[in-house]
């Protein structure tokens, strides 16, 4: 049975940092793509993130150069380093796997989600 396990969230001031962490069992991320994802209330799931078996990664511009996606195969987990956080990326963040081969920040293609952690930036 896979499982995915977010952690790391919290409540931050703008412009500080936050790094989201997420553990898998019975599923290994070197097989398949995993991204990032977040849901602000009343809004729709978006794609923050994606890294490729290959270690290529995608940003959703909202996020291009102050956040950061990595994961440590050995390890098993899955990372989302934030940095410069601004008050709009605030949401519950979702990690996610069993995706595509090719590069997608879209909420069909990945197979397997955690139960989310929530990330509040006050202004």
């Known amino acids: 049975q896979v499982q995915l396990v977010e952690s790391g969230g919290g409540s931050v001031q703008a412009g500080g940092s936050l790094r989201l962490s997420c553990a898998a069992s019975g599923y290994s991320f070197a097989t398949h793509r995993a991204a990032w994802f977040r849901q602000a209330p009343g809004k729709e799931r978006e794609g923050v993130a994606d890294?490729?078996?290959?270690?290529?990664?995608t940003y959703a511009e909202f996020v291009k150069g102050r956040f950061t996606i990595s994961q440590d195969n050995a390890k098993n987990t899955l990372y989302l380093q934030m940095n410069n956080l601004k008050p709009e990326d605030t949401a519950t963040y979702y990690c996610?796997?069993?995706?595509?081969?090719?590069?997608?920040?879209?909420?069909?293609?990945?197979?397997?989600w955690g139960q989310g952690t929530q990330v509040t930036v006050s202004s």
């Open positions: 890294i490729g078996t290959d270690g290529s990664r």
């Open positions: 996610a796997s069993g995706g595509p081969w090719y590069s997608s920040l879209q909420r069909r293609h990945f197979a397997y």
